[in-house]
């Protein structure tokens, strides 16, 4: 089973939408069973909390159901018990590897990476910002967990299943 973590500061906005995009996608994919998502955040601000109410509000316009999740810090585990941790933003992305052991270090990237198509590097925190950055954040976390599947697809080498037809 490959494992994937997504990360940002405080595990309420950015990275449990993360969570809740790709966790669809590998389900309309078939890829429940192979695929083990999860989200975290750098700094233990929110722990046990809800996703933002802002956050949870625009991802379920676009069908995506956060509510169940619950934000925790990033433990030394994860860098072992995860194949990517993949990270919103080049300031926690250094905050992980100065704790991250050498031999996983491979492991963390930023998210966009697997959106070659946005001029973007990093997705921004919406939480001070207006309604719009929760889109924002939808719009490009939706590009990177496609880019993403397509990737664990091809590398990962596991068979794309089709979508019940029903």
């Known amino acids: 089973m490959a494992a994937v973590l997504f990360v940002c500061m405080g595990n309420i906005c950015r990275s449990p939408t993360a ?26 601000y929110h722990e046990g909390a809800p996703p933002d109410a802002r956050a ?24 072992t018990d995860f194949d990517l941790i993949l990270v919103m933003d080049r300031k926690n992305l250094e905050t992980l590897r100065r704790v991250c052991p050498k031999e996983h270090a491979h492991k963390l990237r930023l998210l966009l990476e ?9 997705v921004p925190d919406p939480y001070y910002g207006g ?28 068979p794309e299943r089709p979508k019940n037809q029903g």
């Open 19 to 44: 969570e809740g995009v790709f966790r669809r996608m590998v389900e309309e994919a078939g890829l429940k069973d192979a695929i083990r998502i999860d989200s975290a955040g750098t700094h233990d």
């Open 56 to 79: 949870q509000l625009h991802a379920q316009r676009r069908g995506y159901d956060l509510s169940g999740l619950r934000a925790r810090q990033v433990r030394a585990s994860d860098f």
């Open 114 to 122: 697997y959106a070659p198509l946005r001029e973007e590097a990093e």
């Open 131 to 158: 309604e719009r950055g929760f889109d924002h954040v939808l719009d490009m976390v939706e590009d990177a967990a496609r880019g993403l599947l397509g990737v664990m697809l091809r590398e990962l080498r596991l």
